[in-house]
T-cell receptor
Framework: NAGVMQNPRHLVRRRGQEARLRCSPM?????VYWYRQLPEEGLKFMVYLQKENIIDESGMPKERFSAEFPKEGPSILRIQQVVRGDSAAYFC?????????????FGSGTQLSVL | AQKITQTQPGMFVQEKEAVTLDCTYDTSDPSYGLFWYKQPSSGEMIFLIY??????QNATEGRYSLNFQKARKSANLVISASQLGDSAMYFCAMREWTTGNQFYFGTGTSLTVIP
């Protein structure tokens, strides 16, 4: 049973380019979360999605960032016109249900570097 | 106010000794869960242990135990018989019933095990 799969592991972009980060949740998990981690900091919530629906995007910057979780295929976090401040590790996590006792299963993260 | 506070940026422990990593939390929700994750230098987030707000006993998982003091709102992680492979970042996290979408993470504690 494969875990949460994220790709690429490392992504290098120049300022102004687009970054696309992919996440395939664990089999049977329909709840996907994206987190951002800056150096020496904890994880900051960005967005929570279920299949074809954005449930909570309160942690997502209002501009340039978008996320989707289509009926078929992986969840995508898209960053348009990247800036140096977007450089960070982006983690995807999934869970089978939503509840205060449900742990999150994390992927290995995508390290985005903006030149 | 911070939901999760980890006041120890870095800790050192001698191999085979026990170490306690501190975590305090802030919530008015009577239903919540507390989690500890380990992040080794490779970057992945590894779930260690869970404690529910209604659990009467402290959680234990192998060498990991959680010292849960509800009145003080603390959920300290105790690692017994430290091993070199325990060197990593450790994050405390909380999930509430009312805001179940979100996992709140602390800023982490860097643990170094000394041979």
């Amino acid at each position: 049973n494969a875990g949460v799969m994220q790709n690429p592991r490392h992504l290098v972009r120049r300022r102004g380019q687009e970054a696309r980060l992919r996440c395939s949740p664990m089999k049977g998990h329909s709840h996907v979360y994206w987190y951002r981690q800056l150096p020496e900091e904890g994880l900051k919530f960005m967005v929570y999605l279920q299949k074809e629906n954005i449930i909570d995007e309160s942690g997502m910057p209002k501009e340039r960032f978008s996320a989707e979780f289509p009926k078929e295929g992986p969840s995508i976090l898209r960053i348009q016109q990247v800036v140096r401040g977007d450089s960070a590790a982006y983690f995807c996590a999934s869970s089978p249900e939503v509840g205060f006792n449900e742990k999150l299963f994390f992927g290995s993260g995508t390290q985005l570097s903006v030149l | 106010a911070q939901k999760i506070t980890q006041t120890q940026p870095g800790m050192f422990v001698q191999e085979k000794e026990a170490v306690t990593l501190d975590c305090t939390y802030d919530t008015s929700d009577p239903s919540y869960g507390l989690f500890w994750y380990k992040q080794p230098s490779s970057g992945e987030m590894i779930f260690l242990i869970y404690q529910g707000s209604y659990d009467q006993q402290n959680a234990t998982e192998g060498r990991y135990s959680l010292n849960f003091q509800k009145a003080r709102k603390s959920a300290n992680l105790v690692i017994s018989a430290s091993q070199l492979g325990d060197s990593a970042m450790y994050f405390c996290a909380m999930r509430e019933w009312t805001t179940g979408n979100q996992f709140y993470f602390g800023t982490g504690t860097s643990l170094t095990v000394i041979p």
